[in-house]
């Protein structure tokens, strides 16, 4: 890679900025300014802005005999239940966590009122008691809420800590919300102690409380913050104590230092028996909010409270993160320094997240399925997310598929996933909604003015959408006209089973056993299809010039030529289509003897036992299934009645909890990729595909056709499974899962809670397709 090469990597496309449009200007700006947007730790609040004050809250529990401090998301944590129930994504929540003899509830209120700053106060309400009433283990609560200043500015402590005449706890000063205080209301008895700290690093926090800790129960025998502080601190520790049960009010007001700033009436509507109201008002409107848009009385009760959990949470986990992508550069590159990465140019990014403890930061094609389920909720948040993704193409029209953004989300990322690969891709998956909000316009599903912003939001998008897709074109085509491969694969590999294909999203799904450009992969063919169908829709609606949108309509049409797409990928015999590529079936992974200096070694490697010729793929799973997912059969086609066969064939990948991602029948189904690779595309039930499937069976289960009776059965049926099985697990174990165990009675596994694309079951419910 050059010089120009590398430049070209890391220069931002040269078209007007999504986000520089009017409609995320002014009041929307300043709506979304302050939020839960860090959702990586159990409450966390910050704003909008590179260098945010930011807030948050620790506190100790008791896990095998020893005190533990809690704060990031952990598994190892091991609560049993812990999620937002209610979020509205904009200015309420509610969340619930317990585990270890404690429960916690804490919830979130935004109000903007007369004499409020920039972004207006907000509170956060804390309530403790005890898990079981006879629990032992507990008699005092010991919380510790913190506020920090990333921009590095000083924080000042009150003289006094919360008496009968004084609530404040600290004030200071931001550029954005000018002065401001932080305030503490209880009618319960606390104990409060302080630490004042100064550090430029806000990712580690919590080892930073944990040595303040330490340093002063060595010197007094005492578990609590030392009242004192650094010169200049930036950050601010409070210990809370109290006896269980205890509750507690924290509230933020901005702009005090200004005349007619209101600070004591605006603290007391943020506070007891005001910040209960409104507390119950928000609520009261997020139910009504809900059950109008999703529900409509279609569903049980059970659904009701699973559904609001998977709209809450995934509401609640949006993020706001600020910093540079680190950008591989490939071996041999010229620059002189002998870097192995390039910084991409610094960058915001809001954002839902697939999982607050594994996964809090942003995945692209995870984006286009949180977002199905967001726009239907709030079309100006969704178009806010996607037009930050959509500011984040770079001159080649290449968006980094992972975006690891700043310490606090650096300090979550393995260091082998953190570089980010130029020739890599990722599924499209943003065209899902692109080409949900044309169709509901259509449909004159949308307000006027919500009209008028989708369709300004579109023609700024147009130029951007269309680098995207010509980056596609260009660097993931095959050999043959009009086929598509994922670019990526690693072809020297010795200890993968199956050379893993990360950049479509399905990880170690089994492709052609010997990557080559000879490749043909079904699942990219139909996301170039949708993206194409996509873009010849919105050029369409907006009365662009035929030059500008024609040619996608032409590119459709070829992607979606039922001969070609037969040629290309279908095996006439067994009506199923395939990949193509260099591939035999004779591939096993074995151990194998190594010696050291002093020792013999063992290592598990692959073998081939036979030469791969160029032929159909011969496995069977959601990828056979993306013709049948895109619409792209025929309703009277004769494949399609085999499509239904493949799906509803307990032999292959039906299950009475949803369909599994790959066929019984595989030679690789269940197996590990490595040694230390379970399998995870090869067997387990995934929501996101599930609801893709879903989607076409409902289709085809309402156009005239053969089949359409047989559709339908299928299609109530599968849905009927996938809300019975994750309704039993969300009550069993309290959490929505990455993925459900085929073998094991659907069982939840993976990442937990999981309410990124397994929120798609609240559309499921709602037969939203």
Request: aromatic share 10%.
């Amino acid at each position: 890679m050059h010089r120009e090469e590398v430049l070209s990597v890391v220069t931002p496309l040269a078209a007007p900025k999504m986000m520089d449009l009017p409609q995320f200007q002014g009041e929307h700006r300043e709506s979304l300014y302050w939020g839960t947007y860090r959702p990586q730790v159990y409450l966390g609040i910050r704003a909008r802005t590179p260098r945010s004050l930011i807030a948050g809250l620790m506190w100790i529990g008791i896990k095998d005999g020893q005190y533990v401090m809690r704060h990031v998301c952990q598994h190892s944590d091991d609560l049993s239940k812990y999620g937002w129930t209610d979020h509205n994504g904009r200015d309420y929540g509610r969340q619930v966590l317990v585990g270890h003899g404690l429960v916690l509830m804490t919830s979130f209120l935004k109000s903007k009122s007369d004499g409020s700053g920039y972004g207006g106060d907000w509170a956060v309400r804390l309530e403790v008691q005890k898990e079981e009433l006879d629990s032992a283990n507990f008699k005092t609560a010991n919380l510790f809420f913190y506020l920090a200043n990333e921009e590095g500015d000083s924080i000042s402590i009150a003289e006094e800590l919360v008496s009968h005449d004084n609530t404040v706890l600290a004030s200071g000063s931001h550029q954005d919300v000018g002065a401001w205080e932080l305030h503490l209301t209880s009618t319960d008895n606390l104990d409060i102690h302080y630490a004042g700290l100064k550090t430029p690093h806000m990712h580690n926090l919590t080892e930073l409380l944990l040595g303040t800790l330490g340093v002063n129960a060595r010197k007094t025998g005492q578990l609590q913050l030392p009242d004192a502080s650094e010169n200049s601190p930036n950050i601010v520790i409070f210990q809370i104590s109290g006896n269980l049960p205890v509750k507690m009010d924290v509230a933020f007001v901005s702009a005090t230092g200004l005349k007619n700033s209101r600070v004591n009436e605006r603290v007391n509507s943020l506070t007891g028996v005001s910040l209960t109201r409104q507390l119950n008002e928000k609520q009261k409107g997020f139910e009504e909010k809900y059950n109008n848009i999703f529900l409509k009385n279609k569903v049980d009760s059970e659904s009701i409270i699973v559904g609001r959990a998977a709209l809450g949470n995934l509401l609640g986990g949006l993020s706001y993160s600020y910093g540079q992508s680190k950008i591989a550069l490939p071996k041999g590159s010229d620059l002189k320094n002998g870097d192995e990465f390039v910084q991409y140019w610094p960058a915001a990014l809001f954002t839902a997240v697939p999982s607050r403890p594994f996964f809090p930061r942003g995945f692209l094609w995870d984006e286009g399925f949180h977002q199905l389920l967001i726009w239907r909720w709030d079309i100006s948040i969704s178009l806010d997310i996607i037009g930050h993704w959509l500011d984040l193409l770079n001159m080649d029209g290449w968006i980094p598929r992972e975006q690891i953004l700043g310490a606090e989300a650096l300090s979550k990322v393995p260091e082998d996933f953190v570089l980010q690969y130029p020739t890599n891709g990722n599924p499209p998956t943003l065209f899902l909604v692109l080409r949900d909000l044309v169709s509901a316009m259509k449909k004159n599903k949308f307000s006027t003015s919500d009209s008028a912003d989708i369709s300004i939001f579109l023609n700024r998008a147009f130029i951007r959408l269309e680098a995207w897709f010509q980056w596609f074109n260009r660097t993931q085509s095959g050999k043959v006209a009009s086929t598509f491969y994922w670019h990526g694969r690693d072809s020297t590999t010795i200890r993968e089973l199956n050379s893993k294909t990360l950049t479509s999203g399905l990880d170690d799904y089994p492709r052609a056993s010997h990557p080559s450009d000879d490749e043909r992969h079904l699942d990219l063919r139909c996301w170039m299809h949708l993206a194409a169908d996509c873009m010849h829709s919105i050029g369409e609606h907006l009365g662009l010039e035929d030059v500008l949108w024609k040619r996608y309509y032409s590119m459709a049409q070829k992607l979606s030529d039922f001969e070609t797409l037969n040629q290309m990928h279908l095996d006439d015999v067994s009506g199923v289509y395939f990949d193509f590529g260099n591939h035999t079936e004779k591939v096993r992974l074995r151990w194998r003897e190594t010696r050291g200096s002093n020792t013999m070694n063992r290592e598990l490697v692959r073998e081939v036992l036979e030469q791969p010729q160029l032929t159909l793929v011969p496995h069977i799973g959601y990828v056979n299934l993306f013709p049948f997912m895109m619409l792209i059969i025929p309703p009277d086609s004769w494949i399609l009645e085999k499509q239904l066969e493949i799906i509803s064939n307990r032999s292959l990948l039906w299950t009475d909890y949803g369909l599994r991602s790959l066929s019984k029948t595989s030679s690789l189904y269940m197996k590990r990729n490595t040694e230390h690779d379970a399998p995870y595309w090869r067997g387990p039930i995934w929501i996101n595909m599930n609801y893709l499937i879903l989607s076409a069976l409902h289709h085809y289960s309402q156009v005239d056709g053969p089949y359409q009776a047989k559709a339908m059965t299928v299609y109530e049926e599968l849905r009927k499974n996938l809300i019975r099985n994750i309704e039993h697990n969300y009550f069993e174990t309290g959490f929505l899962w990455e993925q459900y165990d085929q073998k094991n009675k659907g069982r939840g596994k993976g990442a937990h809670p999981f309410t990124g694309w397994t929120s798609l079951i609240l559309l499921i419910m709602a037969e939203a397709y």
